[in-house]
């Protein structure tokens, strides 16, 4: 079982920018495709950006051009940079592996969840 620790949220204005970062445990973690996933009060958790152990992403249309996924296998790390923040952006953000065939149901691997990290946008 992996385990993910999430970081790096805060409140910032519209406009603004945040860097969040997710460090997983485990030895596999550079076999998986890794997603950010955020679950706003009252609504259900979506995946808003994934990437597969080589590289390539997908975006939710609403974060298209705004937030980058990366990832660090060395460090065991996946990063969300996340540029002209929005209100509706607010939201509790979570880490997780992604069955990437299953990505538009949002596909996570595991059942186990991470605290998670704050974002709250506002001015």
């Known amino acids: 079982q992996v385990q993910f620790v999430e970081s790096g949220g805060g409140l910032v204005q519209p406009g603004g920018s945040l860097r969040l970062s997710c460090a997983a445990s485990g030895s596999l973690f550079s076999m998986y495709a890794m997603g950010w996933y955020r679950q706003a009060p009252g609504k259900q958790r979506e995946l808003v950006a994934a990437?597969?152990?080589?590289?390539?992403?997908d975006y939710r249309d609403s974060v298209k051009g705004r937030f980058t996924i990366s990832r660090d296998n060395a460090k065991k790390t996946v990063y969300l940079q996340m540029n002209s923040l929005k209100p509706e952006d607010t939201a509790v953000y979570y880490c997780?592996?992604?069955?990437?065939?299953?990505?538009?149901?949002?596909?996570?691997?595991?059942?186990?969840w991470g605290q998670g990290t704050q974002v709250t946008v506002s001015s």
């Open positions: 990437i597969t152990s080589s590289g390539t992403t």
């Open positions: 997780n592996a992604v069955r990437w065939a299953d990505r538009a149901r949002g596909g996570a691997l595991f059942d186990s």
